[in-house]
């Protein structure tokens, strides 16, 4: 079974049949951070000193607002891109933190090049990898196809 962890955010275990929305999700987590923040500082920059001293204490709450996203979208930032590193090289977090830790040459028999890997769990048309509605994972989630499979296979 392909078990990546289990996720407080969604209370799920992230899997082989649920890591492509959950990696659109942290994704798409950054582009609303990413959104609020602009509207948020393109609704505050524009305004004269008269406006802005009548509204003195709703600065408190903009500049909170740009901070928190700020940092919130930096932590997610930094979570989507080791989160696409895994994807692209077929490993899971388990298979690759702690005492659990694979050795290269185990997570090589499972490493697909990078467009194989990232087929794995997006789907074989890249038109429909960032969208949630459309079933991306291959295989029965029991079964998995080796690197040493595709060298035959092209043979």
């Known amino acids: ?6 996720c407080p955010w969604i209370n799920n275990c992230v899997g082989h049949y649920n890591q492509k929305y959950f990696v659109l999700f942290i ?3 950054v582009l609303i951070g990413l959104y609020n923040c602009a509207t948020v500082s393109l609704w505050a920059y524009p305004m004269s000193d008269a406006q802005q001293r ?4 709703d600065w408190t709450v903009v500049w909170t607002n ?3 996203s700020g940092i919130f979208g930096a932590f997610q930032i930094a979570f989507g891109v080791h989160h696409i590193a895994l994807v692209r090289q077929n490993a899971t977090t388990i298979e690759t933190i702690g005492r659990g830790r694979l050795r290269k040459r185990q997570l090589a028999a499972y490493d697909l090049g990078v467009r194989g890997n990232i087929e794995q769990v997006f789907g074989s048309s890249m038109a429909t990898w960032g969208l949630p509605w459309v079933q991306g994972c291959q295989g029965d989630g ?11 296979d092209a043979e």
């Not at 009548?54 to 204490?57: G, Q, R, V």
């Not at 029991?142 to 035959?152: F, G, I, L």
């Open 66 to 68: 740009i901070f928190v």
């Open 1 to 6: 079974l392909k078990m990546d962890h289990h």
């Open 142 to 152: 029991y079964t998995w196809p080796h690197s040493n499979d595709s060298a035959r």
């Open 27 to 29: 994704w798409y987590t």
């Open 54 to 57: 009548a509204i003195m204490d």
